[in-house]
Structure formats: C-alpha cells, structure tokens
C-alpha cells in the first residue's frame, strides 16, 4: 500500500517550477504527472519529468473523454494547478479524491483574474495577497485553504513583486498540500472573508503607454507597473 499523497501537476513557467522543486523534496509526496500548457510545453518542467521519472504530457482539451479516462488511471489523491491556463469542468474535478487546488497570486475574492500583480501596483495597494483555493465552476472563486498578505514597499515594482511571489506563492502551496495527507482540509467560502470579488483583466502590449492628464500619483503607480518587454525582458515604459 502506498501511504505517499498521490498529486497531479497542472503547470507552466517559473510559478511552478518553484512549487515542484518544494514537492519533490517531500519523501511523503508523490507526484504521478506533470500536465504542462499545450502551447508553450514547458521545456523546464519537462526536464524536472525525466530527471525524476515522473509523466510529462499535455492536451488541448483538459475537460476531453479521452483525456478524462487516461486521468483516471493514476488514481490522484489531489490534482494541483500553478499557472495552468485551462478551465477545470465538473467531471475532471471529481476524477481525483479531493478535487482540485489552485494557487492564486491575489487576495481573494478580491483580485481574480489576470495580471494581478500588475493590478494592484496601479491601484496603488499597500499589499498582494496570495491564495490557495479549491477549484470550482467559476473563475477564483473557490474556497479558500490558506491565504497569506505581504506588504508592498515603495521601492517595490513588477519586478519585485513577481520574483517574491514565485518563492511566496510556492511555500503557501505547498503547505496547503501538507495539510491533505491527513484528509480533505477545511476552507473557507469567499463570501465569508469580505471583499468587492472583483476580476482584473489581461495586460495588453500597448498598456505601458503613459496618460499625462492622470494624477501624478497614478502615473507613478502605473509606471512602477510595466510589463517585462517581450523581446529583452527588460522592464519598459513608454512616454508619449
């Protein structure tokens, strides 16, 4: 009999490769697969794969019969999501003993969506949460397992902010999965921790462009809050 939590990885980019290192390093954690975003098939995590000898696959279609059946036969204590990109449908929810976790770089129910980190630099937040929560039929809305708030400095920007939670949101995940080998951990439902639910939208190339008639206050927010360019990563703002 194996005694070891038996958890299916759902994952892409520097979020995750952080968080499987941590699990990895578990002796009572096993992890069966690795299910990276089917665009960008994560050359790293398929790396870690072979390194450790655990599957690496990827599918267009999460919620599809086929991939459902081929789910079923690692018999997963808990499915894990860390920067996946595919809706969860009901089905592949209940393939596995607990159900689905995701960890969120938000404070929710504030701050779903995308770009958070982006968010809330131009509203001008004093701190970011980070959330671990069950996986329902909505987008972050699910009850939340652990939830940690960190400070943000005036010296802090996108940069800071994103290299400090690749390292914050692995440890609150992986002590959210800590907490499922004794059973299925207690949560708390969203509307019971208060807060607007509101969902923050994607950063769009064409965003950094600066509005001179906005307050000073918000410029400055709002510079601190440029995306990574794309071809050199370097952080960029462009004044017109």
Same mark, same amino acid.
């Not at 779903?112 to 958070?116: E, I």
């Given at each position: 009999m194996n005694d070891k939590l038996n958890i299916g990885y759902f994952a892409d980019g520097p979020w995750s490769h952080e968080a499987f290192n941590t699990l990895v390093a578990d002796q009572d954690i096993s992890v069966s697969f690795i299910c990276a975003r089917h665009k960008t098939q994560d050359k790293i995590l398929k790396r870690y794969s072979k390194l450790h000898g655990i599957d690496f696959f990827s599918t267009e279609n999460v919620n599809s019969e086929e991939f459902l059946d081929k789910l079923k036969l690692y018999e997963c204590d808990l499915f894990v999501s860390m920067s996946y990109d595919q !809706? !969860? %449908?009901?089905?592949?929810? %209940? &393939?596995?003993?607990?159900g689905i976790i995701n960890c969120h770089a938000g404070k929710l129910p504030s701050y779903? %969506?995308?770009? &958070?980190l982006n968010w809330v630099l131009i509203n001008g937040e004093k701190e970011f949460g980070i959330t671990v929560h069950y996986v329902d039929g909505g987008i972050d809305t699910g009850d939340v397992i652990l939830q940690e708030v960190n400070t943000i400095s005036e010296s802090d920007d996108y940069?800071? /902010? /994103?290299?400090r939670s690749y390292v914050a949101c692995a440890e609150l995940l992986y002590r959210a999965i800590v907490l499922f080998k004794d059973g299925k951990p207690l949560a708390k439902k969203q509307s019971d921790i208060g807060g607007n639910g509101f969902y923050c939208t994607k950063r769009q190339e064409g965003d950094e462009y600066i509005n001179w008639n906005d307050l000073s206050a918000d410029i400055f927010n709002f510079s601190k809050s440029a995306l990574p360019s794309r071809s050199s990563q370097q952080v960029i703002v462009k004044w017109t």
């Open positions: !809706f !969860f %449908g009901k089905e592949i929810r %209940g &393939v596995s003993r607990y779903r %969506g995308r770009n &958070v940069s800071t /902010l /994103l290299n």
